[in-house]
């Protein structure tokens, strides 16, 4: 004889995971989801159900099934498996065993729409606006940075590359449509460099150089909360200086603004110095000298600060998996901004369980 787990079966491994600690409980707590059900319905309209049909699938729900996708880095058809699997992101979603749950293509589809209509942006806006209102304001000054989000590699020719890179279609592929849909033609190589530390004898190290392909996450965090407060989305060749005024929050209470050398510019300076903002971006080593002590101990001293950032992409990176593997940079905006969005949410858990600070 099978077993088959009663009610209360279920709600004692539900108290079990609450003693465990649950963030997806925690979550639905802190964040009232109701908030972004009016811009969700502009977002991807419905029919009235008057010529029948299977009823859709509620707003709400369909957002937080991609949020969960981006807190766990999970693809469509893993999601829509571990959503019947697992008992956390049951409770998360307000589902039963017994209600229907989205399929891969439902939930392709909804981010779709998303997608068409800009919404991830307004979304995120929404909750940073929740945020603020909760106490959370920007303040201490804000840390800019941008990191890699890998995708799948491309096996394209020299010739293919060049003419994608010039913003053509490559030859033969409009012949092809079903290869033309899964080239990403806005995905792009870069390279990474790591600096090697000198040895103790002083001699120097080869600095390795990383190939990766993909697409940048541009993000500026508040220092006080270390809360996203502005983000953007590139190819991962793009210069990140040439992003700055795109996430810089110009409702931070402090106006100090640390980046690494990539945003060290004159046109940033003058950007910055217009609107009354203190560059603490890190000075550049003068070409063919050594770095002033002084110069080398102000970079030290940002760096201290500067390097909380590496934590919102270690913990995207991480725990979270973020990739993309989705075509073209529209897709990638999308995927990138909901992990932007998850990750507050996750970091409001974190701040809400710290005592009160004054």
Request: net charge positive; charged share 30%; hydrophobic share 45%.
């Amino acid at each position: 004889m099978v077993w088959q787990p009663g009610f209360f079966d279920v709600e004692e491994r539900l108290r079990e995971l609450s003693a465990k600690g649950d963030d997806l409980e925690r979550i639905a707590v802190l964040v009232d989801f109701a908030m972004f059900r009016a811009e969700l319905e502009q977002a991807v309209p419905r029919a009235d159900g008057t010529k029948g049909g299977r009823p859709a699938f509620d707003h709400v729900l369909m957002f937080k099934i991609l949020l969960l996708q981006a807190m766990h880095g999970l693809s469509d058809e893993r999601c829509e498996y571990l959503i019947k699997d697992r008992l956390s992101f049951m409770r998360f979603l307000g589902l039963g065993l017994a209600d229907p749950v989205p399929d891969a293509n439902t939930i392709w589809a909804f981010r779709e729409a998303l997608k068409r209509t800009g919404a991830v942006e307004r979304l995120f806006a929404q909750f940073d606006a929740t945020l603020r209102a909760a106490g959370y304001l920007a303040m201490g000054g804000q840390i800019v940075d941008a990191t890699i989000v890998a995708a799948p590699k491309q096996r394209n020719t020299e010739a293919e590359r060049a003419a994608i890179k010039a913003g053509q279609v490559p030859e033969g592929w409009a012949e092809k449509p079903a290869k033309l849909r899964q080239k990403d033609r806005d995905a792009r190589w870069t390279v990474k460099f790591s600096k090697a530390r000198p040895r103790e004898d002083g001699a120097p190290q080869v600095d390795l150089a990383v190939p990766a392909f993909g697409y940048k996450n541009h993000v500026a965090i508040d220092r006080r909360h270390g809360l996203i407060r502005g983000w953007t989305a590139s190819h991962a060749a793009a210069h990140d200086g040439a992003r700055l005024a795109e996430v810089v929050d110009a409702d931070n209470t402090a106006g100090d603004v640390w980046a690494d050398t990539a945003y060290r510019s004159a046109k940033n300076e003058t950007w910055l110095a217009e609107r009354g903002l203190v560059s603490r971006i890190h000075r550049k080593k003068p070409p063919g000298r050594p770095m002033a002590a002084r110069t080398r101990r102000a970079n030290a001293r940002k760096s201290t600060v500067r390097s909380a950032v590496e934590h919102v992409f270690a913990r995207q990176k991480g725990p979270m998996a973020l990739v993309v593997r989705t075509i073209g940079i529209a897709r990638a905006r999308v995927k990138i901004g909901l992990a932007n969005l998850a990750y507050n949410m996750k970091r409001l858990v974190w701040l809400s369980s710290k005592p009160a600070t004054s």
